[in-house]
Every structure is written in C-alpha cells, then in structure tokens.
C-alpha cells in the first residue's frame, strides 16, 4: 500500500462517504469497510465504500437473521481469512453470493456521469 493510501486515510474516505450521504453507519462499522478494502485492494476503495454504505442497513439485517448454519459458513472462511472478522465475512458472502439489496436493483444499468468517469479517470492517474 502507498503511503497515500493508508488506513488513516481510507477511514476519513469511509467517514466522509458515510457522513454526506448520510448513511448513519457507526464507526466500529465503517472500520469493518476499511478492513474490508484492505482486504480486496485499495484500487477498489471508491466503489467497496458506496457499495458497502449504500447496502449496510440492508445487508446488517439479514446478517443478524443468520442461522447458525450460516454462521458455520462464514466461521469456516474465517479460519482462512483471519484478518476479517465473522461479520465481515458474512458481509462478504451476501454482497458476493447474496440476494440483490434494493439499492443494487434501482441502479442496474445506471451508467456513470461524465464527472464520475472523471473523477475514477484522475484518480487512477494519480
């Protein structure tokens, strides 16, 4: 990871992301998405943090509806992954493996604005 991008910074990103969009996640929650961008790649910390934010409410809710055999799952991948913890994990497992949250579903299809793609485009140049 470069220095530009550390955790210090991709918590204030989250933070930030969470407080404009006022996704009211808390804070034990939005370290939970960081550790989950230092898991995939801090290439892909702009698009996990919306994903993640936008879904959290949504996806928090079927994670504490698991039964014990979900657990189990989420437990076994734990043994592989040990620097995520169970939750994060099974919040792995339902934006990978899970139903489409409602937040998916209204943007099928949605393509980006000019001043996104610009936006991603001086990012990656940087």
């Not at 006022?22 to 702009?46: A, Q, T, W």
């Not at 993640?52 to 657990?71: D, V």
């Not at 989420?74 to 919040?91: C, N, Y």
């Amino acid at each position: 990871m470069s220095n530009k991008y550390n955790r210090e910074f991709l918590l204030q990103y989250v933070e930030s992301e969470n407080k404009v969009n006022e996704y009211h996640v808390s804070l034990e929650n939005m370290n939970k998405v960081v550790d989950l961008i230092e898991y995939f790649g801090i290439e892909l910390y702009r698009p996990i943090t919306r994903l993640l934010l936008s879904n959290w409410e949504e996806i928090s809710a079927r994670i504490n509806g698991y039964t014990e055999a979900e657990w189990s799952v989420a437990d076994e991948i734990q043994k592989t992954t040990p620097t995520l913890d169970r939750f994060s994990i099974a919040m792995l497992i339902e934006v990978l493996e899970g139903e489409d949250t409602f937040n998916q579903g209204e943007n099928v299809g949605r393509r980006l604005s000019e001043e996104e793609l610009r936006s991603i485009r001086k990012e990656q140049d940087d």
